[in-house]
T-cell receptor
């Protein structure tokens, strides 16, 4: 069982609000990722991190930002939420190089609805 | 650029039937890695298998089997004697050796009917 946690699981907020989605893992993994999953199921990589103080943008442009101050914590922030941000956000981690371990550990996701 | 295509958006089969989920990939690298993940209704993606580009051996794990064919750039997944608990969305994914990003296909939603 993966030790990666996301909060909140569900969030409904109004337009213009600032939100932070939390992601924590207790496995000591260096690499962490945020994926956005649209209602059509497709997963898009929006942010990733190789370790503390490392953040990179993924393949899908996103207005969200991330930070990596501690190894175990990789929060995602939206400064001003809009209805277009409504989606499921999935956090994942892996031990060093994904291509070596072959496994991403995923959290259960945060489903965001912006009214 | 790397790309993963899962042409089957949704499949429904009756319990105990066999079902194959297709995956076709594109990559310029000679070294790459292919994956399958399962996403049950709870939402959490679960890793099923990884294959590197140098290992074309097919793999069987219980009722699950995978067929990797470099000649057709395919990495298909077969469930034998399907069960209702197999109902989920299944994702095929690809990672090139040049970076550690895993790119996912659009997924196939599998319904196993009792």
């Amino acid at each position: 069982e993966a030790d990666i946690y996301q909060t909140p699981r569900y969030l409904v907020i109004g337009t213009g609000k600032k939100i932070t989605l939390e992601c924590s893992q207790t496995m000591g993994h260096d690499k962490m990722y945020w994926y956005q999953q649209d209602p059509g199921m497709e997963l898009h990589l929006i942010h990733y991190s190789y370790g503390v103080n490392s953040t990179e943008k993924g393949d899908l442009s996103s207005e969200s930002t991330v930070s990596r101050i501690r190894t175990e914590h990789f929060p995602l922030t939206l400064e001003s939420a809009r209805p277009s941000h409504t989606s499921q956000y999935l956090c994942a981690s892996s031990e060093f190089r994904t291509t070596v371990t072959g496994e991403l550990f995923f959290g259960e996701g945060s489903r965001l609805t912006v009214l | 650029a790397q790309k993963v295509t899962q042409a089957q958006t949704e499949i429904s089969v009756v319990e105990k039937e066999d079902v194959t989920l297709d995956c076709v990939y594109e990559t310029r690298d000679t070294t790459y890695y292919l994956f399958w993940y399962k996403q049950p209704p709870s939402g959490e993606l679960v890793f099923l298998i990884r294959r590197n580009s140098f290992d074309e051996q097919n793999e069987i794990s219980g009722r699950y089997s995978w067929n990797f064919q470099k000649s057709t750039s395919s990495f298909n997944f077969t469930i034998t004697a399907s069960q209702v608990v197999d109902s989920a969305v299944y994702f095929c994914a690809l990672s090139e050796n040049r970076d550690d990003k895993i790119i996912f296909g659009k997924g196939t939603r599998l319904h196993i009917l009792p």
